[in-house]
């Protein structure tokens, strides 16, 4: 079952912050979070996997909810690096067999 | 070296035809996908595969198969090629519920 992703599209100024969002409609096992760039494969970022988790890479963090149906990304002090379309994936069950993502997040960071 | 590797990464052929792309993982995963990602950047898992079980997303026509001579290799294969079928298709490996690694990508354009 795909994760519903939002916003679809964010546009910032060099210095904001950002959040994007993940659901699913029932309880997941497990939630990655990706970033790709224009003509490139999507590359990894974080991996969460029990509820009320944080991890945190540089200036950008991950949260999964206790129930573990909802992830956030935060993007803080944003660089024009951090221009890219974020993807959320999930895993229903242990099987380590069934990553699906959601539809997608583009960001766009501006001078 | 390279982790997952795809050939070709340009595909252009005709309506009808049969072809097929390889996949390569180096990494001693052991669970391989591929993805469909269309205009929309969508990505559409089609096939997930480890050395027990083949996961087929039942939306995929069965024109698509894939095939898994060894465990570092899982090839798709697609007939009778149609205008729809033109995207990016991207190979991942993972170790179970770890990050995925992507290939470069195999744009596919069918005309």
């Known amino acids: 079952q795909q994760p519903v992703q939002s916003p679809q599209a964010v546009i910032l100024r060099e210095g904001e912050d950002a959040v994007i969002n993940c659901s699913s409609s029932?309880?997941?096992?497990?939630v990655h979070w990706y970033r790709q760039k224009h003509g490139e494969a999507p590359v990894f970022l974080m991996i969460?996997?029990?509820?009320?988790e944080q991890k945190g890479h540089e200036k950008i963090s991950a949260s999964f909810n206790e129930k573990k149906q909802q992830s956030s990304l935060y993007l803080t002090a944003s660089q024009l690096s951090y221009s890219g379309t974020y993807f959320c994936?999930?895993?229903?069950?242990?099987?380590?067999?069934?990553?699906?993502f959601g539809g997608g997040t583009r960001l766009m960071v501006k001078p | 070296d390279t982790a997952v590797s795809q050939t070709p990464k340009y595909l252009v052929t005709q309506m009808g035809n049969d072809k097929s792309i390889k996949c390569e993982q180096n990494?001693?995963?052991?669970?391989m996908y591929w993805y469909k990602q269309d205009s929309k950047k969508f990505l559409k898992i089609m096939f997930s595969?480890?050395?027990?079980?083949?996961?087929i997303n039942e939306t995929v026509p069965n024109r698509f198969s894939p095939k898994s001579p060894d465990k570092a290799h899982l090839n798709l294969h697609i007939n009778s090629l149609e205008l729809g079928d033109s995207a990016v298709y991207f190979c991942a490996s993972s170790h179970t519920n770890t990050e995925a690694f992507f290939g470069q990508g195999t744009r596919l354009t069918v005309v």
């Open positions: 595969y480890n050395n027990k079980e083949l996961i």
């Open positions: 029932k309880a997941l096992y497990s």
């Open positions: 994936g999930t895993e229903c069950n242990n099987a380590g067999n069934m990553l699906t």
């Open positions: 969460l996997l029990k509820g009320g």
């Open positions: 990494l001693g995963h052991d669970t």
